[in-house]
């Protein structure tokens, strides 16, 4: 069973960066992918990037050029680096995991392959 569990989030001011990263134990299947979502209480959740374990990453539009998702395959720790943050980065961010590989960039608009969760982490931007 994969459990992933976040860290990293808190409160900035526009303009500034933080740092997610999400540790996932009991994932041992050679190829695999992960991504990082967001959502309020007023919005649908919301992919924001995915990667495979080979390295193929994708981003939603409202984030390229300023996150990076990466992974450190050896460790199974997800991150997601958020550079020039704006108010409307404002969310609970979640780590998801899923098995296989070759269906990541579709997944990111979908959140169809992601089978574990993690239970998120807070994210607010001040204007």
């Known amino acids: 069973q994969v459990q992933l569990a976040e860290s990293g989030g808190g409160s900035v001011q526009a303009g500034g960066s933080l740092r997610l990263a999400c540790t996932a134990t009991?994932?041992?299947?050679?190829?695999?992918?992960m991504g990082w979502f967001r959502q309020t209480p007023l919005k649908d959740r919301e992919g924001v990037a995915t990667?495979?374990?080979?390295?193929?990453?994708y981003y939603a539009d409202s984030v390229k050029g300023r996150f990076t998702i990466s992974l450190d395959n050896t460790k199974k720790i997800l991150y997601l680096q958020m550079d020039r943050l704006t108010p409307e980065d404002t969310s609970t961010y979640y780590c998801a995991a899923g098995l296989g590989g070759g269906w990541a960039h579709l997944g990111l608009t979908t959140g169809n392959g992601f089978t574990s969760w993690g239970r998120g982490t807070q994210v607010s931007v001040s204007s």
């Open positions: 009991g994932l041992t299947y050679p190829r695999y992918a």
């Open positions: 990667i495979e374990s080979d390295g193929n990453t």
